[in-house]
């Protein structure tokens, strides 16, 4: 269970990112963040994973509030859920295999563990064969898929997708969007933050829209609407 | 514990292999300054052996009169010994004197006929002094001035010569703090410049550094393998240092000396060899490991 409790970020004093957020999050829920470009997904994201703090209001993560996590611990948060990112970061150095196996590796997993958890986790996002390829050497769309077995490395309770199909076109964006499904009905809670009207309308779950940092909408079983 | 290490390092170890460019590159001005700061503290042993050999020309003689009993002088001599100011003392006896006038002016007829017509051996006997620093010989000058020792001396050429001694001591003293500066500085710069780079290739991985620690790595796993690529650089970089410099010396080193008698470094680089190579590891550990740990630090901060 996340529960965001009156969050609000201002970056500038005409600059309200965020603006007294109240959202709870089940456990094992499929939850979308809808809005435009510039309404406030990314920075709700962002305080999530802890890459900025909120100005204020309380983010809680069963009895932690995340919020007040120091630094020292937020590598261990931060191995608690699954990131994927618009842009993949991966590392450019490193190979599919590696680039899962680094996220292992950080969270302190014996080396059996990696062996055995990588080329199923290499098996569930369908790249097998392009276990030994570096990023550059893998289109927009695998490249998709190599972060999202990365961010399930963890075994995390919470994936967060900010816009994951922003930079692939559409059969692969569909391709993702199907994975994330799955990943989801395994029983993971996902949280999906994206623009695009066709992706929450064809999910069929619940939409949050946020519109100048509120939000406006929450529905079960939403559909996109632009006001 | 162990496990972690042994990641950490081999993901340095991979980095390193990579970006093999970038690898040349760091190595080389790594090298480079480590090259750099080598040469320059081969000139300071350079300068310091010239010195030493012309401050080792520099004494002060002490001449007794004609009737100073030898007993006399030797007792000077025992006095003079215990002085912790003193290096050396020579003792030369009338007929040794004699022997070695004889000795430099055996060409000169005129001078040796006169000597011969004086019949009795005008030279006094002399303490050929050395003094462990130039500035000294003015306190052992003054040892002298004690009043029994000024009724037998006849003497002391440190007085003819004292300007020319002061001016040298302050020359060779000068000469060395202005090396040890100018070393200071060039040593500054040179790890100045391969701190640069080396801050360049780490700022080349900042959307890396971010990454992992956006994954969840502790900020020494992300720091890990760039402080062992650094150290890699470094002890790389000083093995290089030390194979172009051995055969650069042999080639060089009797050129040298033919303008500079006295000297040998590529002798003094054979006898030093391990401890100036442990010495050039060292530099490029340091320089290679503190920069990476002070440049990596701001973009630890996600």
């Not at chain 2, 081999?10 to 700061?37: D, E, H, P």
């Not at chain 2, 040794?96 to 000597?115: C, G, I, P, T, Y």
């Not at chain 2, 303490?127 to 003015?138: C, P």
């Not at chain 2, 700022?203 to 890699?232: D, H, Q």
């Amino acid at each position: 269970m996340i529960i965001f409790k009156n969050v609000s970020k201002i970056y500038s004093a005409n600059c309200h990112a965020l603006d007294n957020i109240d959202l709870t999050i089940g456990d094992k829920e499929f939850v979308s963040i809808a809005g435009r470009s510039g309404a406030g997904k990314s920075t709700l994201i962002k305080i999530l994973i802890r890459e900025e703090k909120p100005t204020q209001g309380q983010v809680l993560w069963g009895k932690q509030d995340i919020v007040q996590i120091s630094n020292r611990d937020l590598p261990l948060w931060r191995r608690q859920i699954g990131m994927v990112f618009q842009d993949f970061r991966l590392l450019p150095n490193r190979t599919a295999y590696e680039n899962i196996s680094f996220a292992m590796e950080v969270g302190g997993r014996s080396n059996q563990e990696i062996e055995r958890d990588v080329p199923q986790l290499l098996k569930l996002v369908n790249l097998v064969e392009r276990a030994e390829h570096f990023p550059n050497q893998l289109s927009g769309g695998e490249q998709q898929r190599v972060a999202i077995a990365r961010a399930l490395a963890h075994r995390p309770d919470v994936l967060i997708a900010d816009e994951p199909t922003g930079n692939l076109d559409l059969l692969h964006t569909w391709e993702i969007i199907k994975l994330l499904i799955k990943i989801n009905e395994l029983g993971t809670t996902v949280i999906l933050s994206t623009h695009d009207r066709d992706i929450i309308n064809g999910i069929d779950k619940r939409v949050v829209t946020l519109e100048k940092g509120k939000i406006i909408k929450d529905d079960q079983n939403g559909k996109y609407i632009l006001f | 514990m162990l496990t972690t290490l042994v990641r950490v390092i081999k993901s340095g170890w991979a980095n390193f292999w990579r970006n093999k460019w970038l690898s040349s590159a760091a190595i080389s001005m790594v090298s480079l300054a480590i090259f750099g700061i080598t040469s320059l503290i081969l000139v300071n042993v350079l300068i310091n052996s010239l010195i030493d050999d012309l401050e080792d020309k520099i004494d002060v003689s002490v001449y007794f009169k004609l009737d100073t009993s030898e007993e006399e002088i030797l007792l000077v001599r025992n006095d003079l010994v215990k002085l912790t100011e003193i290096k050396g003392v020579e003792y030369i006896s009338t007929e040794e004197a004699l022997n070695r006038f004889k000795e430099r002016h055996k060409d000169n007829e005129v001078l040796m006929q006169s000597l011969e017509e004086l019949n009795t051996n005008p030279l006094e006997a002399s303490l050929n002094i050395k003094a462990n620093e130039t500035s000294q010989y003015d306190t052992i000058a003054s040892f002298f001035n004690q009043g029994n020792y000024q009724e037998i001396i006849d003497k002391i050429n440190y007085l003819e010569n004292k300007a020319v001694i002061t001016r040298l001591a302050s020359i060779t003293k000068t000469i060395r703090q202005v090396g040890f500066i100018i070393l200071l500085i060039l040593a500054i710069l040179a790890v100045l410049v391969s701190y640069n780079t080396i801050r360049l290739t780490i700022y080349s991985s900042s959307k890396e550094i971010k990454i992992m620690k956006l994954v969840g790595a502790s900020n020494w796993f992300t720091r890990g393998p760039f402080v062992i690529e650094g150290a890699l650089y470094g002890v790389i970089a000083a093995i290089i240092a030390i194979l172009v410099m051995y055969p650069l010396l042999w080639y060089l080193s009797p050129k040298i000396t033919t303008y500079l008698p006295g000297t040998d470094l590529f002798y003094f680089l054979q006898v030093n060899l391990i401890v100036l190579l442990f010495f050039q590891i060292l530099i490029g550990l340091v320089i290679g490991v503190v920069s990476s740990l002070v440049a990596i630090r701001r973009y630890l901060e996600v």
